[in-house]
């Protein structure tokens, strides 16, 4: 079903180590509006969506992995010279206490990732709706993200992300206006 390239979607670069940075980039790799909730949000979405538009979020989904992917080379890379006093200072402590530098699912306040975060309403159109919420949500996240960071090249990266969720919330628009020219189109049986 997939060819696996081993490159990113997109280069990730940092500049320096910088844990505090990475526990804000946790907030997308574990949390409520993170990719891995997106990922699995638009795969269980696809099994009750209309053939219309079912590839679209399987591919969006898969897309999601990849940025997954993005986010824990991200916080690798800012974490993997940080001596355990930085981590601390970070507001890392529990985290390395539990895992050490491991990447575990959860949001930057700590949290574990939960299945709540997925919905799936079973109808096209509100889940659509759902789909277009999570894709902006995860939108200003990043910009928050990159507010609070003074690293250009991670920023670089930040902000193609940015933009594919600008993308993806664009494709969920279009999607839920072909259900509703669809639902409106008389049917003669």
């Given at each position: ?22 526990k ?101 159109i ?7 919420a999570?894709?902006e ?45 669809d ?7």
């Amino acid at each position: 079903m997939w060819y696996y390239e081993k490159k990113l979607q997109y280069p990730v670069r940092v500049s320096t180590c910088n844990p505090m940075l990475a526990k804000y980039l946790i907030e997308q790799y574990g949390g409520a509006d993170g990719e891995l909730a997106a990922a699995l949000r638009y795969m269980n979405q696809r099994y009750t969506i209309p053939d219309k538009v079912v590839g679209l979020l399987t591919d969006i989904a898969t897309e999601e992995f990849s940025h997954l992917e993005m986010i824990a080379t991200m916080i690798y890379k800012l974490t993997k010279d940080a001596t355990p006093q930085q981590i601390k200072e970070a507001g890392l402590g529990d985290h390395y206490v539990n895992h050490d530098k491991a990447l575990f699912y959860q949001n930057a306040a700590g949290v574990p990732f939960t299945a709540s975060y997925i919905q799936a309403k079973g109808d096209p159109i509100a889940d659509l709706y759902e789909d277009i919420a999570a894709e902006e949500k995860a939108r200003a996240t990043y910009q928050w993200i990159i507010d609070l960071s003074d690293d250009p090249d991670l920023n670089d990266s930040l902000k193609f992300l940015r933009e594919r969720e600008i993308v993806h919330s664009q494709r969920f628009r279009e999607a839920v206006e072909i259900l509703k020219d669809d639902k409106d189109k008389k049917k003669i049986f």
